[in-house]
């Protein structure tokens, strides 16, 4: 089983950039699909961005294209989601998780199809 620990969220002004790193160890992540997701107090867990094994492909949900992107670093067994033009509706607990599948990606964005997450890293955007 693989441990995730999230890192780098806080309290930032709208407009501000934040940068969330998810650390894994236990094994290996590099065959699989890395997400990162959050949920906000009374709110459902909601998808974010994903980006396949090789790093070559990503995807995001509409709320957040173009603001953020997502990476990673196979060689250091990390994921990374850069956080730009951050607004207050972005404020939520945020959670990286490993596709249960390895080299598997889809448009897909359910969190059933992740079996490993993290304790999550608190993100608040002030107006």
């Known amino acids: 089983q693989v441990q995730l620990v999230e890192s780098g969220g806080g309290l930032v002004q709208a407009g501000g950039s934040l940068r969330l790193s998810c650390a894994a160890s236990?094994?290996?992540?590099?065959?699989?699909?890395m997400a990162w997701f959050r949920q906000a107090p009374g709110k459902e867990r909601e998808f974010v961005a994903s980006i396949n094994w090789t790093g070559g492909t990503t995807g995001y949900a509409d709320s957040v294209k173009g603001r953020f992107t997502i990476s990673r670093d196979n060689a250091k067994n990390t994921v990374t989601l850069q956080m730009n033009s951050l607004a207050p509706e972005d404020t939520a607990v945020y959670y990286c998780?490993?596709?249960?599948?390895?080299?598997?990606?889809?448009?897909?964005?359910?969190?059933?199809?992740?079996?490993?997450w993290g304790q999550g890293t608190q993100v608040t955007v002030s107006s």
């Open positions: 236990g094994r290996t992540i590099a065959p699989y699909t």
């Open positions: 998780a490993v596709r249960r599948d390895p080299r598997s990606y889809s448009r897909d964005t359910r969190a059933e199809l992740y079996d490993s």
